[in-house]
């Protein structure tokens, strides 16, 4: 699934060697496994006849990515003939033999591939090789700037303005739609600048309006300056038109307004109608040819929203004063009507088009979002698994606590979001993040340990619950991750080897009557038990009432392994007895790991019998 954005995409190998390295990627759904007919014997590869130039040549207009484990000059001398431009050749990635090393080769930025290698790396734990100016910087490519927010790339001088950003010359934005978002996340030292007076080398555009005159917005007359424009999907356009009122016309009308308003086509986030209008067959064809979205609305609903020209004949014929207007407003939030409505006939066709436009707030994305609820284990990055690191590197926002954010940091990438919140808001995070993955964007919800141990997968999918979630969108994939318990058992022995249970000592969400109860029952019944969140440094009498109930149950020299941040570089262990609990220093970082009646320790390791060798000493 993490690979899903490139596929379709080609793996080719031509030895067992390169072959057997790729087979891990074509466990993913969209990914296909090449090798020659001599290689027929490799499980779940396609074969190829002929020469390996001519199948590429076949599959090229076809395959979003190719990744190649060849040698590099190899791939470059096969794709040569094949390459067009950045903006529509797919991306290639190189793997070497011994797969140490993934090498973004093609469309890096515009096609993926400095991305599709950073998550291929990490899937075989490998390194990346990405050699474009932006990474070395830690800046977002220009050209990739407001991808994650489905902005549309419009003219202008993309070379020249990456460029004098690679040479760390001043480049101004000059932002009047669209998420600021970005904003917030630009290492220190970047050479953005969003003022006024500024003297800049280049300039970027993110706005919903056309270059200021018609030989820019034509990109024949380039400016003085480099400079670009990026147009977020910030208007509805709303319409009322006549039955049978053919595509031509209401794209020709569309087209004739916008260039009278100097607004960029690029800028559109839909079109917003009436409801009695859902089957109007050029509307239709329209959207589905420009692949925009079609909202319609009940005239109950359009009648609601004030107008600044409404119509008494369209308000006895439809049962709204305003249908374009009404439309255009309703589906941005009513935030501002941009362009109020206008009419459009074409001589000798049958038909006429009102037509008016309204700014949204926020753009549209036009993705279905994701929430991606990963558990990161004890903190060490090696302990994490590959599908988590790369769920993360994937991710257009990345939501967790700030020491959980801090542990991972080495997985971030430019231009990502990140947001981090107190360990007290972890409803606020959940709902952050939905917010975001509604809207369309991909989130990584940042859990300690497991996440769905006593994390925040829980929480998100409890408010998904309460929001009447249907299950599919925005989509969920939990990533599984060591949980604290398994992390602290495995660094004392085998503890768990018999029948175990967890229980949090925090009653902040958790009657403390509740939670005794709980306690008792694992005591009389000899679970094994690990206590977390076993103290505070405002609550610290639950831990003296846990460790007196369990000794009514057990002998005081039971076992006891007090673990705090396992894996980490201030990691501390204790062996102790219950009898002696109450001696270690025990705070909200420490997993509590209490023996059953069988536990022992020996060699200064922690033994709980299974079975096998039957349960005496």
């Known amino acids: 699934m993490l690979l899903a954005e490139f596929s379709p995409l080609a793996a080719i190998a031509t030895t067992v060697t390169g072959a057997k390295k790729l087979q891990v990627l074509s466990q993913n759904s969209g990914t296909t496994l090449w090798v020659p007919e001599d290689l027929i014997q490799i499980k779940g590869a396609n074969t190829y006849t002929g020469s390996l130039k001519n199948h590429i040549a076949q599959l090229w207009q076809t395959q979003r990515a190719f990744v190649f484990c060849l040698a590099t000059g190899a791939v470059v001398r096969l794709i040569a003939p094949l390459l067009q431009h950045k903006s529509t050749d797919p991306a290639v990635v190189v793997i070497d033999?011994?797969?140490?090393?993934?090498?973004?080769?093609?469309?890096?930025?515009?096609?993926?591939?400095?991305?599709?290698?950073?998550?291929?790396?990490?899937?075989?734990?490998?390194?990346?090789?990405?050699?474009?100016?932006?990474?070395?910087?830690?800046?977002?490519?220009?050209?990739?700037?407001?991808v994650p927010f489905g902005w549309r790339r419009g003219v202008g001088n993309w070379t020249g303005v990456s460029a004098a950003l690679a040479r760390g010359e001043v480049v101004q934005v000059i932002q009047e739609a669209g998420s600021t978002l970005w904003q917030n996340h630009l290492p220190?030292?970047?050479?953005?600048?969003?003022?006024?007076?500024?003297?800049?080398?280049?300039?970027?555009?993110?706005?919903?309006?056309?270059?200021?005159?018609?030989?820019?917005?034509?990109?024949?007359?380039?400016?003085?300056?480099?400079?670009?424009?990026?147009?977020?999907?910030?208007?509805?356009?709303?319409?009322?038109?006549?039955?049978?009122?053919?595509?031509h016309l209401i794209k020709t009308a569309i087209g004739q307004l916008f260039r009278e308003y100097q607004l960029a086509e690029d800028a559109i986030a839909g079109i917003a109608t009436i409801n009695i209008k859902a089957d109007e067959v050029g509307l239709v064809e329209l959207c589905q040819e420009r692949h925009w979205p079609l909202k319609t609305f009940a005239a109950e609903v359009l009648r609601t929203v004030s107008v600044p020209n409404p119509s008494l004949v369209v308000e006895k014929e439809v049962g709204t004063p305003s249908v374009a207007e009404a439309a255009a407003l309703f589906a941005a939030g009513e935030v501002r009507l941009f362009v109020p409505k206008q009419i459009f006939r074409l001589p000798g066709e049958p038909g006429a088009v009102t037509i008016a436009v309204a700014q949204a707030e926020k753009e549209y994305i036009g993705r279905t979002g994701k929430l991606l609820l990963i558990g990161t284990g004890p903190g060490q990055l090696d302990q994490m698994t590959p599908a988590a690191k790369t769920a993360i590197k994937s991710a257009d926002v990345v939501i967790g606590y700030s020491l959980y954010i801090d542990l991972i940091s080495p997985l971030l990438s430019p231009g990502q979001i990140v947001e981090s919140l107190p360990i007290t808001k972890e409803r606020q995070r959940a709902q952050r993040a939905i917010d975001l993955a509604n809207w369309g964007l991909s989130v990584a919800v940042i859990s300690s340990g497991d996440s769905g141990i006593y994390g925040m997968a829980g929480l998100v999918l409890e408010e998904l619950q309460s929001l009447g979630w249907d299950g599919k969108t925005p989509s969920i994939q939990i990533f599984p991750g060591i949980s604290a318990l398994q992390a602290a058992a495995s660094r004392v022995g085998t503890p768990l080897m018999h029948d175990f249970c967890a229980i949090s000592l925090s009653d902040l969400l958790t009657p403390w009557e509740v939670i005794e109860k709980r306690l008792?029952?694992?005591?009389?019944?000899?679970?094994?038990?690990?206590?977390?969140?076993?103290?505070?440094?405002?609550?610290?009498?639950?831990?003296?009432?846990?460790?007196?109930?369990?000794?009514?149950?057990?002998?005081?020299?039971?076992?006891?392994?007090?673990?705090?941040?396992?894996?980490?570089?201030?990691?501390?262990?204790?062996?102790?007895?219950l009898e002696k609990l109450l001696d270690v220093t025990v705070d909200m970082l420490t997993t509590v790991l209490i023996g059953n009646s069988h536990t022992r320790i020996h060699a200064n390791w922690m033994i709980t019998p299974r079975g096998y060798l039957g349960f005496g000493s």
């Not at 075989?124 to 050699?131: D, F, H, Q, Y």
């Not at 919903?208 to 018609?214: D, E, G, I, R, V």
């Not at 694992?522 to 969140?533: E, K, P, Q």
């Not at 673990?563 to 204790?574: G, H, K, L, P």
């Open 188 to 247: 220190t030292g970047h050479s953005f600048e969003f003022g006024e007076f500024v003297i800049p080398k280049a300039k970027i555009w993110i706005t919903a309006k056309l270059p200021f005159t018609l030989e820019q917005a034509s990109g024949t007359a380039p400016p003085v300056l480099p400079e670009i424009y990026w147009h977020p999907r910030v208007l509805w356009v709303g319409i009322g038109c006549e039955r049978g009122s053919s595509r």
């Open 520 to 577: 008792e029952a694992a005591a009389a019944a000899d679970f094994i038990t690990a206590l977390y969140n076993p103290r505070s440094q405002a609550r610290t009498k639950q831990l003296i009432i846990a460790r007196d109930i369990f000794l009514k149950y057990r002998h005081p020299n039971t076992p006891v392994a007090v673990v705090r941040s396992a894996y980490r570089q201030d990691e501390e262990i204790t062996l102790t007895t």
């Open 97 to 146: 033999e011994t797969g140490r090393f993934v090498i973004s080769l093609c469309s890096g930025h515009q096609g993926g591939g400095d991305q599709l290698a950073n998550l291929i790396a990490l899937q075989l734990e490998a390194t990346p090789v990405i050699t474009g100016a932006a990474t070395a910087l830690g800046l977002p490519a220009v050209d990739m700037l407001g």
